[in-house]
């Protein structure tokens, strides 16, 4: 138990003792409650909102109940002063010897140290890049692809079982647009010269699925009417498209345990079996759409198409799942695959383009029919990145024909660059990748802030040993005074930082706490640049030396398993 949960405990029995002196009525509802480190650090080590959020179902004035509470609190040992602030908050200070006993379990912990049985039992599917296959990633995609991998990541961390999934677009007319450009380097790599127009994919990358192709098929395809190849072509060039894109992923560290495709789900008849279900309901019903707001086309015209009652989840019209062809929209065939995921998981999380924005409403509305309320189901939209050099914009990349690829940024900077920059903001929010800057050995660059801080802590460790100082599991802490505990009240955050991201989705959390817990490490650093007694390495003094290693040391193991929820290696030399 770490010290934030062993403290909700405290303040559980806290109440519970005014319950049983009549201090407080008996079944009040606790969730609101909080123990948390307090806004401003000279108010104490923990706070809590426990009056404030009890005080009116008590009927009682809050600070009068605050100072009750205060005082049961003040009876636990590791509790040092508590003090009542404004109209009811309570502040607690806790003894060093606390702190003390934290970094121990820090130490005893290792590496699972944070996790957690938040999520036990808990099946979460969380699909994320899910590019269409028509060429290779590019940073487009690397941001989705991050923020989706990280929080997998972290929410095994928090105890869930994991499903990480990608859904391959294989059946829209974009796969058969690519069908039609590998067609054109077919031909090509028979002898032929071609022109791409425009519509069709120009990148180079198609030129080896042309080559093999040819090799295969000779020229039986180059004068033949478009049913005889398109399927075969269309087939071929997805699966070679998604060893490009597996390969790509492999780059940023990421694997998926599931391929999901769309042609698959059509075959096996899972969106006439998702309609099936709804009209049983009555979610799905035939109408027709009111005509478009505004000057309507001279070649509109009412049409009766099965519509999804999105309205009654809080949408603004309900949405047809087919189009007047029969074929199914993209919301008809996003509503099935939704219906599939939904039988193998309790939960749900979609990452998606901030350009995919219009349609969150619905397919929220759609979850929530098809599983009845039951299934927690989060989007999250992550926004483009701006790619820059020197702050200039980057030019597009040969080989894709029009973009940028995943594989050329990598090449440059590595994978944990690329994987820490994307989380060093909101998914939500606008980003500049600057190649200069990211590489950039600064304080305003949190991948080396953070990776120089672990380099830093494993030198200290080789410079104790060349010394004749070897690190101990068990050095005398009370050589550590409170200035320096400061640190470890940091650290112990990390268990409910990795909490409160996971109930969040949000993975840049860990991100921005690793920055923090770096920066608090490099300026106790940076005091014994100034002041000799405050040194981590103190030749002649063997005692105080391990005892600061044990606390550089903790702060080393927590920047680890940051990193590692990152998927960033904590490097221990920077070059």
């Not at 940024?409 to 190649?435: H, N, P, S």
Request: proline share 4%; with cysteine.
């Amino acid at each position: 138990m770490t010290l934030y949960t062993r403290f909700a405990a405290h303040l559980n029995a806290a109440l519970d003792a005014l319950v049983a002196k009549g201090d407080l009525p008996g079944g009040l509802e606790r969730r609101a409650v909080t123990v948390e480190p307090p806004r401003d650090a000279t108010h104490g080590d923990l706070a809590t909102n426990a009056a404030m959020v009890l005080a009116k179902p008590a009927g009682t004035n809050p600070r009068a109940l605050a100072e009750k509470i205060a005082a049961e609190l003040q009876k636990i040992d590791e509790v040092s002063a508590v003090s009542v602030a404004g109209p009811g908050f309570i502040n607690m200070t806790l003894t060093d010897a606390t702190w003390r006993d934290e970094l121990a379990t820090i130490h005893a912990e290792g590496d699972l140290y944070g996790r957690s049985a938040l999520g036990k039992g808990t099946i979460v599917n969380i699909e994320y890049v899910s590019a269409n296959p028509t060429g290779p990633m590019h940073m487009g995609h690397c941001r989705g692809a991050v923020v989706g991998d990280a929080l997998a990541s972290l929410l095994e961390f928090v105890g869930h079982d994991v499903i990480r999934e990608y859904y391959v677009n294989d059946a829209g007319g974009q796969v058969d647009t690519l069908a039609r450009s590998a067609h054109l380097r077919y031909r090509e790599a028979l002898g032929e010269t071609i022109a791409i127009p425009e519509g069709l994919y120009p990148g180079e990358y198609l030129k080896p699925i042309g080559e093999k192709l040819a090799a295969e098929h000779g020229a039986a395809f180059v004068g033949a009417p478009e049913g005889d190849w398109l399927a075969l072509f269309r087939r071929e060039a997805v699966a070679a498209m998604l060893v490009m894109i597996r390969a790509d992923l492999v780059l940023l560290g990421i694997h998926h345990d599931k391929f999901a495709s769309e042609a698959e789900l059509q075959a096996a008849g899972k969106p006439e079996a998702a309609e099936a279900w709804l009209r049983a309901r009555d979610l799905v019903y035939d109408g027709v759409l009111e005509a478009p707001k505004g000057e309507v086309a001279d070649d509109w015209e009412p049409v009766e198409l099965p519509l999804f009652r999105s309205t009654k989840f809080g949408d603004d019209q309900d949405r047809p799942i087919k189009k007047s062809n029969g074929a199914w929209t993209y919301f008809g065939a996003d509503l099935a695959y939704h219906f599939q995921k939904a039988e193998s998981a309790d939960q749900l999380i979609d990452i998606w383009g901030a350009d995919h924005a219009g349609t969150v409403k619905r397919i929220v509305a759609a979850v929530n029919a098809l599983t009845e309320g039951k299934t927690r189901f989060d989007v999250k939209l992550v926004q483009m990145v701006r790619l820059l050099r020197a702050g200039e914009p980057v030019k597009m990349s040969k080989r894709s024909g029009n973009f940028v690829t995943l594989a050329d940024v990598v090449e440059e900077v590595g994978k944990d660059v690329v994987r820490f920059t994307m989380l060093t903001r909101k998914a939500d929010a606008q980003m500049d990748f600057d190649f200069a800057k990211v590489v950039e050995a600064s304080k305003d660059n949190p991948v080396f802030y953070v990776q120089y801080a672990h380099a830093r802590i494993a030198s200290l460790h080789r410079r104790a040993r060349e010394a004749g100082i070897e690190a101990t599991t068990s050095p005398d802490l009370s050589r550590l005074d409170t200035e320096e505990l400061v640190l470890v009240k940091l650290a112990a955050q990390f268990p409910r930082i990795a909490e409160s991201a996971a109930l969040a989705r949000e993975p840049h959390r860990i991100a921005f706490y690793l920055y923090d817990l770096a920066a608090e490490f490099h300026a106790a650093w940076n005091v014994g640049n100034e002041r000799a007694d405050r040194r981590y390495l103190i030749a002649d003094d063997a005692g105080l030396t391990q005892a600061r290693l044990y606390l550089a040391g903790a702060i080393g193991q927590i920047i680890r398993t940051g990193l590692g929820i990152m998927g960033v290696e904590a490097v221990e030399e920077m070059h």
